[in-house]
């Protein structure tokens, strides 16, 4: 083509009415199958001067002549707008697939187009006209979800972002303000680091924004070039130019399909501060309103016939083999690992117990969710093998901290005789440490999905619940 494009609204023409100035617009979201209708009525002029003509040609033309010039008016084909062959001076009204240019009806039959792939020109037409009226729909259809995208995904990510800067800055003053003196360095450096972040992503969601809205507008100036070549374009022109429509096409299926990403999140721990968690920990552990469970008790319905309780419920004890005795069934019993659980459910505010492990050499203790596996030798019943229990483990003199199957080793400089743990669910921290001197032994900072019970496992000795 040599005309320049320009993007446009689909228009459908029709014949005027009483009271129209002019031709009714149609709006994007219109079917493109009524604006080609529209296109095609408005195009049609009698050809009244040339009926005789056309009369003689029919009888002497090759077969079905007649009724491409029937198709060519149901098709959209400009009727007034056929060259003229220079050789046979007749209408190009086929198209030579072998040579790729317009042909007249003559040519086919006895021209130098004979036994090559001929189509009328009108069957050609409504082919190439049927693929852009696809190819405009996927554009459109492809525009529409660039759209929601930028006006649903990110819109609702940078609201997410302002809500978890605002929770990460709190959480940030809550724990310094316990200790500001010691801390106010700490505190700079912790509210520069969630700015920074926030920053990020506010700079990745701009990025996303301006690169997503870049790719709507040229698709949209595609589409709408594509438009303009679909509907004002003369057949002969457009069955010529398939080569540069299918360039345009090839660049619009580069814009690509927008996706959410973790760059689009604030980082969780960008607020996290070891340093900040131990002396807070230490803070709420030591002053006036320290936290205590003292209704905790193991709930016996989850012992494991492979260990006694006491009598108060506070001291969970490994059996040997010879005193054991098989308890009544209960679905909420452990049947095949030494375990316990609280009867504690935390989730809100925050808590701490304290445990004495000092006679035991084998131990876990922490918190799972209530859906942990109760029966059978499997991972999913066992503390710390799985995605729904977090243990902290002494077993041969090694301290090590258990999630999901995975150990972490703890340097332990000695040896607890009372371990406490405490369960922060605003922060969604947990914090094991050491009862005497509140030193801290490890902690988690997770977003935990359900309710949390404190989880007890011993293979050597006693261990005892403390108030």
């Given at each position: 083509?040599?005309?320049?494009?320009?993007?446009?609204?689909?228009?459908?023409?029709?014949?005027?009415?009483?009271?129209?100035?002019?031709?009714?617009?149609?709006?994007?979201?219109?079917?493109?199958?009524?604006v080609l209708s529209g296109g095609v009525e408005r195009r049609r002029r009698p050809q009244e001067e040339r009926e005789e003509e056309e009369e003689e040609e029919a009888e002497t033309s090759p077969a079905g002549t007649t009724a491409t010039a029937t198709a060519d008016a149901e098709s959209g084909i400009f009727s007034g707008e056929f060259e003229v062959c220079v050789e046979h001076e007749a209408e190009l009204d086929w198209f030579c697939g072998t040579e790729r240019k317009l042909i007249c009806s003559h040519c086919a039959i006895v021209g130098p187009c004979h036994g090559h792939t001929v189509t009328p020109l009108a069957t050609r037409v409504t082919a190439v006209r049927n693929r852009l009226v696809d190819v405009c729909e996927k554009m459109q259809l492809q525009a529409l979800r660039i759209e929601r995208?930028?006006?649903?995904?990110?819109?609702?990510?940078?609201?997410?972002?302002?809500?978890?800067?605002?929770?990460?800055?709190?959480?940030?003053?809550?724990?310094?303000?316990?200790?500001?003196?010691?801390?106010?360095?700490?505190?700079?450096?912790?509210?520069?680091?969630?700015?920074?972040?926030?920053?990020?992503?506010?700079?990745?969601?701009?990025t996303q924004r301006a690169h997503w809205s870049q790719a709507l507008a040229s698709l949209t100036q595609t589409r709408s070039g594509l438009v303009h070549t679909l509907t004002h374009t003369?057949?002969?022109?457009?069955?010529t130019s398939v080569q540069e429509i299918a360039d345009r096409v090839e660049e619009a299926d580069g814009v690509g399909e927008p996706c959410d990403t973790e760059q689009l999140s604030l980082t969780r721990g960008c607020s996290d501060s070891r340093l900040l968690r131990g002396l807070w920990a230490s803070a709420v552990l030591l002053g006036p309103n320290a936290y205590g469970s003292s209704s905790l008790r193991f709930d016996e319905r989850t012992v494991s016939p492979l260990l006694s309780l006491s009598d108060d419920l506070y001291t969970l004890t490994f059996s040997p083999k010879k005193s054991r005795q098989l308890p009544q069934y209960d679905p909420a019993r452990f049947d095949r690992w030494p375990n316990a659980l609280g009867s504690l459910s935390v989730s809100s505010g925050t808590h701490s117990w304290v445990v004495d492990v000092g006679q035991s050499g084998a131990f876990k203790v922490g918190v799972c969710y209530a859906s942990l596996e109760r029966k059978g030798s499997g991972d999913?019943?066992?503390?710390?093998?799985?995605?729904?229990?977090?243990?902290?483990?002494?077993?041969?003199g090694d301290y090590s901290f258990w999630h999901a199957g995975k150990k972490e080793p703890l340097q332990v400089a000695r040896k607890p005789q009372r371990i406490g743990l405490l369960v922060d669910w605003t922060s969604q921290t947990l914090l094991f440490y050491e009862a005497d001197s509140s030193a801290v032994l490890h902690s988690v900072t997770h977003q935990f999905g359900a309710p949390l019970l404190p989880a007890f496992a011993v293979t050597d000795r006693s261990i005892t619940i403390l108030h």
């Open positions: 083509m040599t005309e320049e494009l320009t993007p446009c609204d689909l228009t459908c023409p029709s014949s005027p009415t009483p009271g129209a100035s002019g031709p009714k617009e149609t709006g994007f979201d219109q079917p493109i199958f009524s995208f930028i006006e649903q995904t990110l819109t609702d990510k940078e609201r997410k972002l302002q809500l978890a800067a605002t929770s990460a800055r709190e959480q940030v003053l809550a724990q310094v303000g316990a200790v500001r003196e010691a801390l106010e360095e700490e505190e700079q450096r912790l509210l520069e680091e969630v700015q920074r972040e926030e920053e990020r992503v506010e700079q990745c969601l701009l003369p057949d002969g022109q457009l069955v999913e019943a066992r503390l710390g093998q799985n995605e729904r229990s977090w243990v902290l483990s002494h077993y041969d």
